[in-house]
């Protein structure tokens, strides 16, 4: 039996890599890291100057992931969610995290205060949660804070659970 695939996602600061991290050493499952997986495969097709980051290839992309997720047991992390076919995960976590920790996040992170502005923006107006919630059935998403430590404890807790039952 094949395994499935689970999709962390939620704006950049959230805790991704982090709760991916940790899944991975819970588990033994593999994590892709969509964007870096883009630019180690030459998928990246122009510079978007204004926000100094890469733009998908999505085409060549989702071909060569596709390959990934036929294999099950892998743990995608990307900030959105729309850009993969449903029929991909068993598993939708969105992570949220309130508006103030983020900006502090972020600034630590070293980003431009415009680039703060959007992502916490984009966090205020719960842009990724609605779209996972519009590309995944409900039973498949779950939306969860990511403030604290122990939030990323618990996450890692219940996704490992579900995991174990795979
Ligand atoms: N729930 C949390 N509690 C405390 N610190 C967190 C939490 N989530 C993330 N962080 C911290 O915020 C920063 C960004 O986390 P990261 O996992 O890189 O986010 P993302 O992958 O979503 O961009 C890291 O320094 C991480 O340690």
Redesign the pocket.
Known sequence: MVLPNILIC????????????QLVEATGWKSINVGQFAKDHGHICEQDEERNCGILDEDPLLDDLEEVQKNGGNIF?F?GSEMFPERWFSLVVV?K?DNK?LYE?LE??GYTDAKIQENVSCEIMQVLEAEARQNYKPEVVEVV?????E??DN?VSVITNWINQQ
């Open positions: 939620g704006t950049p600061g959230v805790g991704k890599s982090t709760v991916v991290e992390e900030h992570l995290t920790i996040r630590k992170r804070d990511s403030n604290t430590i939030d990323i996450i």
